[in-house]
T-cell receptor, first 111, second 114 residues
Framework: GENVEQHPSTLSVQEGDSAVIKCTYS??????FPWYKQELGKGPQLIID?????GEKKDQRIAVTLNKTAKHFSLHITETQPEDSAVYFC??????????FGTGTSLTVIP | DGGITQSPKYLFRKEGQNVTLSCEQN?????MYWYRQDPGQGLRLIYY???????QKGDIAEGYSVSREKKESFPLTVTSAQKNPTAFYLC?????????????FGDGTRLSIL
């Protein structure tokens, strides 16, 4: 089955700096890649997603890039704010029915 | 508001006891999922269902059971056969038939052993 690896596991940045989280996947058939933000005691919330026919997608301060050849995709958060502090998960899906998740990145934005 | 409701938020299980976690959605989604979340391990799939009265095992189904008698409901039973049930359990739903669509999650149930 699909295997998704996520790095780093923890990340601390100063407020206003950028944060980058990277994921790699093993199955070249994967074609959908969502990113989720999880706050303490809550369920994950979708923040952005990308499909395999697109190389980059941006939504305000958040962007995702996809390199199908290298089988990796990355989340970029610019101008970080304290409320961006949370755990972020990447995921990959082949059929759209089963999703394979990374192990999460705990992001801390230092005011 | 449309969404996914999980209850209870906290649950305690005694040795040898079965417990049931509730998941209800009013999004009219076809598919529903149960995940287990442990520290540092991401989300692992327990069971999923694409249609009423049908469901499939995920990667870690042993010690768990589910039912899907109604489209909006997908309860998970943690049986006494699950020897390490302490975890955060997440329910999700997703619409089918419109290309790739994301999963929507509830706020979870934290299960602990007494």
């Amino acid at each position: 089955g699909e295997n998704v690896e996520q790095h780093p596991s923890t990340l601390s940045v100063q407020e206003g700096d950028s944060a980058v989280i990277k994921c790699t996947y093993s199955d070249s058939a994967s074609n959908y890649f969502p990113w989720y933000k999880q706050e303490l005691g809550k369920g994950p919330q979708l923040i952005i997603d990308i499909r395999s026919n697109v190389g980059e997608k941006k939504d305000q301060r958040i962007a995702v890039t996809l390199n199908k050849t290298a089988k990796h995709f990355s989340l970029h958060i610019t101008e970080t704010q304290p409320e961006d502090s949370a755990v972020y998960f990447c995921a990959a899906s082949i059929t759209g029915n089963q999703f394979y998740f990374g192990t999460g990145t705990s992001l801390t934005v230092i005011p | 508001d449309g969404g996914i409701t999980q209850s209870p938020k906290y649950l305690f299980r005694k040795e040898g006891q079965n417990v049931t976690l509730s998941c209800e959605q009013n999004l009219n989604h076809d598919a529903m999922y149960w995940y287990r979340q442990d520290p540092g391990q991401g989300l692992r799939l327990i069971y999923y269902s694409q249609i009423v009265n049908d469901f499939q095992k995920g990667d870690i189904a042993e010690g768990y059971s589910v039912s899907r008698e109604k489209k909006e409901s997908f309860p998970l039973t943690v049986t006494s056969a699950q020897k390490n049930p302490t975890a955060f359990y997440l329910c999700a739903s997703r619409q089918l038939g419109q290309g790739n669509q994301p999963q929507h999650f509830g706020d979870g149930t934290r299960l602990s052993i007494l």
